[in-house]
């Protein structure tokens, strides 16, 4: 009973290609992000959707689009793939509101994305 | 804007060591704090948490303090074991319109040997 749950686990591709990484949460969170992590661990966030709006959109190149069908759903999708690209991806999700700040966020167990 | 500063690594210790790995943050309102752990190949799982100053998160015999007045959360364990070897992150929690925002530190990476 995975919480949250990304696919592929792993995904190779060439340069120039467009790829796509899917998030489900069956928690009931309302909040969902991305988060990006480079090849020394350093963990930053990308994108936030609460109730389906973005809400988070920090400096990330317009090849990346986030789409949010339904809460319960986050997916990353990504055009003209860059070397630079290459990371692990991290889903994740919440409750928002002050009375859940305790709960943290919970991850799913990434995607590691390479280009060649 | 919130921040987090953690200790640098790598940390690599023997098996039955004492465990600190320092945490210091910066945020405008009153956070709540966590130390998340990632095992080699794995996602992050919340290790412990605090919500307000004074508290102190446990877990697995792994400790912090919420100290307002260092702004401080650091991690101590008394006896490490191998199976702790993980890569270990503070992280804040405050919230940004309607949505919560995890700011994380930049992790610090133990290695317990036998």
């Known amino acids: 009973d995975t919480a949250v749950s990304q696919t592929p686990k792993y995904l190779v591709t060439q340069m120039g290609n467009d790829k796509s990484i899917k998030c489900e949460q069956n928690?009931?969170?309302?909040?969902m992000y991305w988060y990006k992590q480079d090849s020394k661990k350093f963990l930053k966030i990308m994108f936030s959707?609460?109730?389906?709006?973005?809400?988070i959109n920090e400096t990330v190149p317009n090849r990346f689009s986030p789409k949010s069908p339904d809460k319960a759903h986050l997916n990353l999708h990504i055009n003209s793939l860059e070397l630079g690209d290459s990371a692990v991806y991290f889903c994740?999700?919440?409750?928002?509101?002050?009375?859940?700040?305790?709960?943290?966020?919970?991850f799913g167990s990434g995607t590691r994305l390479t280009v060649v | 804007g919130n921040s987090v500063t953690q200790m640098e690594g790598p940390v690599t210790l023997s098996e039955e060591a004492f465990l600190t790995i320092n945490c210091t943050y910066t945020?405008?309102?009153?956070?709540?704090l966590f130390w998340y752990v990632q095992y080699p190949g794995e996602g992050l799982q919340l290790l412990l948490k605090?919500?307000?100053?004074?508290d102190k998160g446990s877990n697995k015999g792994f400790e912090a303090t919420y100290r307002k007045e260092t702004t401080s959360f650091h991690l101590e364990k008394g006896s490490v074991q191998v199976s702790d070897s993980a890569v270990y992150f503070c992280?804040?929690?405050?919230?940004?319109?309607?949505?919560?925002?995890?700011?994380f530190g930049s992790g610090t990476q133990l290695t317990v040997l036998p």
């Open positions: 992280a804040l929690s405050d919230l940004l319109r309607s949505a919560r925002q995890l700011t």
């Open positions: 945020a405008t309102g009153y956070p709540s």
């Open positions: 994740a999700s919440a409750h928002s509101g002050t009375g859940e700040a305790a709960k943290g966020y919970t």
């Open positions: 928690l009931g969170h309302d909040t």
């Open positions: 605090a919500t307000k100053a004074d």
């Open positions: 959707y609460n109730n389906k709006e973005l809400i």
